[in-house]
């Protein structure tokens, strides 16, 4: 086991009813106003949005909106944001909802203390030194993003769909309540499945030493995504399988599966990105066309490992079954696992390994994934 330093700062609140105490936590972080992100109007439709506010202002919070955040969040939506955040001398970010309002209340927290364009972050250019402190309320499963200072945002112009990491924006507080996932659709949870078992595997797969503690933690994480993904497709209002499911997807992506591990990389989400800049395919969906065409290219290059995955997860011993299995899965959940099945033609390979490439460099990954391995790699899609 390789050391490590692991520090996060985020605090947890865990189970029914915690939205109606958001306001206390803003408050006892000594925050006096917030912008409230969140994306449609579903959260006022299902009275989220009216328990979130009576909560704020109960404890005398003052608040600004930003609403009609998007599955793939976009920079221009960031910049509003950073503008009410600035002229209005707002103190916090609150996201409500799922991963992609995290995400952009977190790109807007480090913008708000920056002078210079917020996407420089993104492609390092510049690095976060401070940033308005965030808090979440969860209304979807599967990023981690409620848990980590993770934000991925899509440039609009440059069609660039690109990322920052910092602890400065890791949540202070988030708020996860599984009844407020239960109306999630069956596409949208077969999609967060698949980005939960992205998260763990990536690493697993790609570095160069993982000590066995963190591959059983790896193995565990993806056993339990299976198991309660079938039975929330039956039963979505199963509580106990709700709560599970969105325990697991924090662990997945909160900074514990890696530690002591050397080496590890994210091909999967860096190919994936371009299929959500250039197609806008819900990221999840996106990484179920990938993950399979990758792991048929990779194999060879960790084949313990994939014999590991295929005994461990399927109880196969041939590691191209285990493959098989794993994208039989996704098909039988209602992912798309071919790029013709999210209406992406095999002409447009070209241009998505091209954008791939690209962030491919950012990501310090150019010399093993050139814009002809990535084709070949989504030809295997």
Not at 114 to 120: C, F, N, Q
Not at 251 to 271: E, K, V, Y
Not at 300 to 320: P, Y
Request: charged share 20%; hydrophobic share 40%.
């Amino acid at each position: 086991m390789n050391d490590f330093t692991y520090y996060n700062p985020t605090k947890i609140e865990f189970g029914r009813g915690k939205e109606n105490n958001i306001g206390e936590y803003i408050k006892q972080a000594g925050i006096e106003t917030v912008l409230l992100v969140y994306g449609s109007d579903r959260i006022k439709k299902n009275g989220l949005y009216d328990r979130v506010t009576a909560s704020l202002k109960k404890q005398g919070i003052g608040y600004e909106e930003l609403g009609g955040i998007v599955s793939n969040p976009v920079l221009s939506s960031v910049y509003i944001g950073i503008t009410i955040a600035k002229e209005k001398k707002l103190q916090a970010v609150l996201g409500v909802g799922g991963g992609s309002v995290a995400d952009e209340a977190k790109a807007i927290a480090a913008g708000a203390k920056y002078e210079g364009d917020v996407w420089d972050f993104f492609i390092n250019k510049a690095q976060i030194t401070q940033a308005l402190p965030v808090f979440t309320v969860m209304t979807l499963a599967a990023t981690a993003s409620e848990m980590n200072g993770n934000s991925v945002i899509l440039n609009e112009d440059t069609k660039q769909k690109y990322s920052i990491g910092s602890v400065l924006v890791n949540p202070v507080v988030s708020v996860i309540n599984p009844e407020l996932m239960a109306t999630v659709g069956k596409d949208y949870l077969a999609y967060s499945a698949v980005d939960i078992i992205a998260h763990s595997i990536e690493v697993y797969f790609t570095a160069t030493a993982h000590p066995n503690f963190n591959s059983r933690i790896v193995e565990s994480i993806i056993k339990s995504v299976m198991e309660t993904t079938e039975i929330l497709l039956e039963n979505p209002n199963d509580y106990d399988a709700r709560a599970e499911f969105a325990w697991v997807a924090t662990q997945a992506l909160n900074g514990l599966t890696p530690t002591g591990t050397a080496g590890g990389s994210f091909p999967n989400h860096m190919i994936e990105h371009s299929l959500s800049a250039l197609y806008n395919v819900a990221h999840g969906a996106g990484l179920a066309i990938v993950i399979p065409a990758w792991m048929k290219w990779y194999k060879t290059k960790n084949l313990k490992q994939f014999k590991r995955f295929a005994q461990e997860i399927f109880g196969v011993e041939n590691e191209d079954v285990g493959i098989e299995k794993l994208e039989k899965w996704f098909a039988k959940i209602g992912a798309p696992i071919t790029l013709a099945e999210a209406n992406i033609p095999r002409e447009g390979i070209e241009e998505l390994a091209i954008n791939a490439s690209g962030l491919a460099k950012v990501w310090g990954m150019g010399d093993s994934y050139s814009k002809d391995i990535i084709a070949e790699i989504l030809e295997k899609a």
